[in-house]
């Protein structure tokens, strides 16, 4: 059974930095490109980034871009998203999610096959 497991979430002030790590098993994780996406509350689920499986192109969305930095390292089936400059804006729970390897839609959550449950990251002002 495919598995993802994020940790590294907790309570930081504003300027302070995270780092989230995200574990996969039971899936050939090599194959598989690796997003981080996150949800305010009351909000939907919106697209943070993405790092490919075989080149580790990553890509960012405008709002995180410069402040925060994904990452992998295939030998522990494990993505980092280092997030920097925090902001209260940034308060929300993140999820790891992969999907197969040249998959074209990466901001759209239909186009992910799994998920994990997420991990909380709050920052205060």
């Known amino acids: 059974e495919a598995q993802l497991v994020e940790s590294g979430g907790g309570l930081v002030q504003a300027g302070g930095s995270l780092r989230l790590s995200c574990a996969g098993s039971?899936?050939?994780?090599?194959?598989?490109?690796i997003g981080w996406f996150r949800q305010a509350p009351g909000k939907e689920r919106e697209w943070v980034s993405r790092?490919?499986?075989?080149?580790?192109?990553?890509y960012y969305a405008d709002s995180v871009k410069g402040r925060f930095t994904i990452s992998r390292d295939n030998a522990k089936n494990a993505v980092y998203l280092q997030m920097n400059t925090l902001k209260p804006v940034d308060t929300a729970v993140y999820y790891c999610?992969?999907?197969?390897?040249?998959?074209?839609?990466?901001?759209?959550?239909?186009?992910?096959?799994?998920w994990g449950k997420g991990t909380l990251v709050t920052v205060s002002s």
């Open positions: 039971g899936f050939d994780f090599d194959d598989y490109a």
């Open positions: 999610a992969a999907q197969p390897s040249g998959s074209y839609y990466y901001t759209l959550t239909d186009f992910w096959d799994y």
């Open positions: 790092i490919d499986s075989s080149d580790g192109r990553s």
